[in-house]
T-cell receptor
Framework: EIVLTQSPGTLSLSPGERATLSCRASHSVSSYSVAWYQQKPGQAPNLLIY???GGATGIPDRFSGSGSGTDFTLTISRLEPEDFAVYYC?????????FGQGTKVEIK | QVRLVQSGAEVKKPGASVKVSCKAS????????IHWVRQAPGQGLEWMGIINPSDGSTTYAQTLQGRVTMTRDTSTSTVYMELSSLRSQDTAVYYCARDYFGSGSFAAYFFDFWGQGTLVTVSS
């Protein structure tokens, strides 16, 4: 199975700053099949990005995704207070679908 | 609006089984695949399997083969996940999640709507 490694484990930033989250796959992910989710404490994950760069319905355009092959990135252009959460990448191009271990974005 | 509402928390002893339900509303259950994903305390997400509510066909994660069973009741728009031979490592929040694509096509294997989660605690 494809192992996804997210970095950093924790990102300490202030509101208004730019966040760059990395997701590296152990093998090439086919057809840009990477999604990103946001999870807040006590809540289910929420889909942000699919197809590596496609925004899910209702997601603010400050969230963007990029990458291909084994390296993918989620960027939050200007952090809002509600963006402090844990973010997971997921690959769905190869069975079984797998998730990274998460990056926590915390208030500095 | 689309909602997936799961059954309540469970406490089970090692070796027992648990059955979690997921009731869909706001859309036709048989039109979309449903997945189950679990999350151990403080840990990441693990995909458990998928069911096509239209015909009941299933695919399970290899790590859970033989212990997990997913079924559906179309008359109540409900999907079920049963996990047997429970061990302490099965303690987790269990989520049902809707596949992004409809069941008339290949499953997308990523998820646009999630249930609220069901905590299953396995403890002697």
């Amino acid at each position: 199975e494809i192992v996804l490694t997210q970095s950093p484990g924790t990102l300490s930033l202030s509101p208004g700053e730019r966040a760059t989250l990395s997701c590296r796959a152990s093998h090439s992910v086919s057809s840009y099949s990477v999604a990103w989710y946001q999870q807040k404490p006590g809540q289910a994950p929420n889909l942000l990005i699919y197809g590596a760069s496609g925004g899910a319905t209702g997601i603010p355009d400050r969230f963007s995704g990029s990458g291909s092959g084994t390296d993918f990135t989620l960027t939050i252009s200007r952090l809002e207070p509600e963006d402090f959460a844990v973010y997971y990448c997921q690959q769905y191009g190869s069975s079984p679908p797998t998730f990274g271990q998460g990056t926590k974005v915390e208030i500095k | 609006q689309v909602r997936l509402v799961q059954s309540g928390a469970e406490v089970k002893k090692p070796g027992a089984s648990v059955k979690v339900s997921c009731k869909a509303s706001g859309y036709t259950l048989t039109s979309y695949y449903i997945h189950w994903v679990r999350q151990a305390p403080g840990q990441g997400l693990e995909w458990m399997g998928i069911i096509n509510p239209s015909d009941g066909s299933t695919t399970y994660a290899q790590t859970l083969q033989g212990r997990v069973t997913m079924t559906r009741d179309t008359s109540t728009s409900t999907v079920y996940m049963e996990l047997s031979s429970l061990r302490s490592q099965d303690t987790a929040v269990y989520y049902c999640a809707r596949d992004y694509f409809g069941s008339g096509s290949f499953a997308a294997y990523f998820f646009d709507f999630w249930g609220q989660g069901t905590l299953v605690t396995v403890s002697s």
